[in-house]
């Protein structure tokens, strides 16, 4: 079954705790991408991969990072989490062709206190 | 700065009836891409159109795109309680690096 998964669906945790959410993809899509979405703001993308070793940033990277070794994986990386990274965050793939469908992951909800 | 306009924020139609939602760009677009969101749910991914003048549709739902690449709407046909949601407009003038409208919020009354 072609599908995006993120772990952890849910997490609390402190300011400054390094956290990692990881995303993975099991239908060799050379393109990933990472969004937040917050009440009143919307969807805002944080960064995009389009293929191994090649990130981007969207419009919000700001105290996040990312890293893509492999093609499946695609993880979110705080290194020093803050309260306003509170939010739900959405991880997203697809393939090359920019007509095909694209894949989001069920969501992490991520409370910083 | 690049910002996409989605109209009307919110809506609500009873069953069966037809409705527009759309989605408005200041400048020539990449790629215009339309999803479907339950609140608090994953987004599902509806459609995206690229070429102007472009037209697509699954089933009783059906998106184009205009002649500029600026201006996309979403045409829904005999709405149905199922159509119920959120749905959301994205859009890249550079691939790959994505924006979305605020969304707008639809009810479907039986």
């Known amino acids: 079954e072609a599908q995006v998964t993120q772990n952890p669906r849910y997490l609390i945790t402190v300011t400054g705790k390094k956290l990692t959410v990881t995303c993975s993809q099991n239908?060799?899509?050379?393109?990933m991408s990472w969004y937040r979405q917050d009440p009143g703001l919307g969807l805002r993308q944080i960064y995009y991969?389009?293929?191994?070793?090649?990130?981007d940033k969207g419009d919000v990277p700001e105290g996040y990072k990312v890293s893509r070794k492999e093609k499946r994986n695609f993880p979110l990386i705080l290194e020093s989490p803050s309260p306003n990274q509170t939010s739900l965050y959405f991880c997203?793939?697809?393939?090359?062709?920019?007509?095909?469908?694209?894949?989001f992951g069920p969501g992490t909800r991520l409370t910083v206190l | 700065s690049q910002e996409l306009e989605q109209s009307p924020q919110s809506l609500i139609v009873q069953e069966g009836k037809n409705l527009t939602i759309n989605c408005t760009s200041s400048?020539?677009?990449?790629?215009l891409y339309w999803y479907k969101q339950k609140y608090g749910e994953g987004l599902i991914f509806l459609m995206m159109?690229?070429?102007?003048?472009e037209e697509k549709s699954h089933e009783k739902i059906t998106a184009k795109l205009d002649e500029k690449k600026q201006q996309s709407s979403l045409h829904i046909t005999a709405s149905q309680p199922s159509h119920a949601g959120i749905y959301l407009c994205?859009?890249?003038?550079?691939?790959?690096?994505?924006?979305f409208g605020q969304g707008t919020t639809l009810q479907v009354k039986p």
């Open positions: 239908m060799n899509h050379e393109y």
């Open positions: 159109l690229q070429k102007g003048g």
């Open positions: 994205g859009a890249d003038w550079k691939p790959g690096k994505l924006i």
């Open positions: 997203a793939s697809s393939s090359a062709s920019s007509t095909d469908t694209q894949y």
């Open positions: 400048k020539t677009l990449y790629g």
């Open positions: 991969s389009m293929n191994v070793e090649v990130t």
